[in-house]
């Protein structure tokens, strides 16, 4: 029996370059959905929000002098680029995923309209919201929680390339320690990077749990979702 009736999974988009230096690596994508299609098979209604990191991030375009709101529509667009990806290869693996964007792009995919995505959810189908929250200066893990917390998720995943929350950034300090569980309050005060406050204050003021986890452990999602100890749960 799944721990959620109803989840908002974040992958890191990041992650989606397996051991390439850029785009999608077709084995890591393929194992990334076959790790959801378990979950979904638990009875499970999922839905997805894609980083675009692994094509580009706002952020390092804006460090190059770029409009950092130029850069962020660039990274937006990125998100859009792995939402196709992943639902093509999920409807290779057998599953049915529909995309919505926060930014019209009609032609390309549907635009987000939240009864839509209800409606997707009942039916079983997994939704993979896309273009992030549509806004600059925001992160897919803002967009996580807002679309998380619009559908009525019980819970937020945020499966990345850390196995959860560490007292410190632990590629930087090696005597980090990680938390079994972290309030939102002490992880916000604490500055802790591994997401950014906007998600942080959007979920706590929601009392909308995060659980953040390794996306390259096998089993570690289905873990989390059967309710098994795993990575480190933010909570209210
Ligand atoms: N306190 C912390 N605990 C865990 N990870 C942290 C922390 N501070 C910074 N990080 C960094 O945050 C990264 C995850 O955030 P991010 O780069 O946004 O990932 P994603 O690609 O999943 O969006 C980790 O790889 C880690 O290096
Ligand atoms: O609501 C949003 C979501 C994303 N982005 C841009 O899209 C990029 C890719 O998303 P993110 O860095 O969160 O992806 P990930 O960390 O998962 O690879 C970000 O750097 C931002 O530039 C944005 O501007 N607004």
């Given at each position: 029996m799944p721990a959620y009736k109803r989840i908002l999974l974040k992958l890191s988009?990041?992650?989606?370059m397996g051991d390439d230096a850029y785009g999608i690596n077709r084995g890591t994508i393929v194992r990334m959905v076959r790790e959801v299609q378990e979950i979904t098979n638990l009875g499970c209604e999922v839905a997805v929000v894609i980083g675009g990191g692994n094509i580009f991030r706002g952020v390092a375009g804006g460090s190059v002098g770029m409009d950092r709101a130029t850069a962020d529509y660039m990274g937006m667009l990125a998100t859009v680029m792995n939402s196709l990806a992943l639902a093509d290869t999920m409807r290779q693996e057998g599953m049915t995923a529909r995309v919505m964007s926060a930014i019209s792009i009609e032609q390309v995919v549907e635009p987000y309209v939240r009864p839509k995505a209800l409606q997707y959810l009942e039916e079983g189908k997994i939704v993979v919201f896309a273009a992030g929250t549509g806004n600059p200066f925001f992160t897919t893990d803002t967009a996580a929680a807002l679309r998380g917390a619009e559908i009525g998720a019980e819970v937020v995943l945020k499966a990345t390339k850390v196995d959860g929350v560490y007292s410190a950034d632990p590629n930087k300090d090696p005597t980090a320690t990680r938390y079994a569980t972290i309030g939102f309050d002490e992880a916000i005060s604490k500055n802790?990077?591994?997401?950014?406050a906007a998600a942080f204050a959007l979920c706590r003021d929601q009392k909308l749990p995060i659980r953040v986890f390794s996306i390259n452990k096998p089993g570690a999602l289905k873990r989390v979702v059967l309710g098994q100890d795993e990575g480190t749960l933010v909570h209210v």
């Amino acid at each position: 029996m799944p721990a959620y009736k109803r989840i908002l999974l974040k992958l890191s988009g990041e992650a989606l370059m397996g051991d390439d230096a850029y785009g999608i690596n077709r084995g890591t994508i393929v194992r990334m959905v076959r790790e959801v299609q378990e979950i979904t098979n638990l009875g499970c209604e999922v839905a997805v929000v894609i980083g675009g990191g692994n094509i580009f991030r706002g952020v390092a375009g804006g460090s190059v002098g770029m409009d950092r709101a130029t850069a962020d529509y660039m990274g937006m667009l990125a998100t859009v680029m792995n939402s196709l990806a992943l639902a093509d290869t999920m409807r290779q693996e057998g599953m049915t995923a529909r995309v919505m964007s926060a930014i019209s792009i009609e032609q390309v995919v549907e635009p987000y309209v939240r009864p839509k995505a209800l409606q997707y959810l009942e039916e079983g189908k997994i939704v993979v919201f896309a273009a992030g929250t549509g806004n600059p200066f925001f992160t897919t893990d803002t967009a996580a929680a807002l679309r998380g917390a619009e559908i009525g998720a019980e819970v937020v995943l945020k499966a990345t390339k850390v196995d959860g929350v560490y007292s410190a950034d632990p590629n930087k300090d090696p005597t980090a320690t990680r938390y079994a569980t972290i309030g939102f309050d002490e992880a916000i005060s604490k500055n802790l990077q591994v997401m950014d406050a906007a998600a942080f204050a959007l979920c706590r003021d929601q009392k909308l749990p995060i659980r953040v986890f390794s996306i390259n452990k096998p089993g570690a999602l289905k873990r989390v979702v059967l309710g098994q100890d795993e990575g480190t749960l933010v909570h209210v």
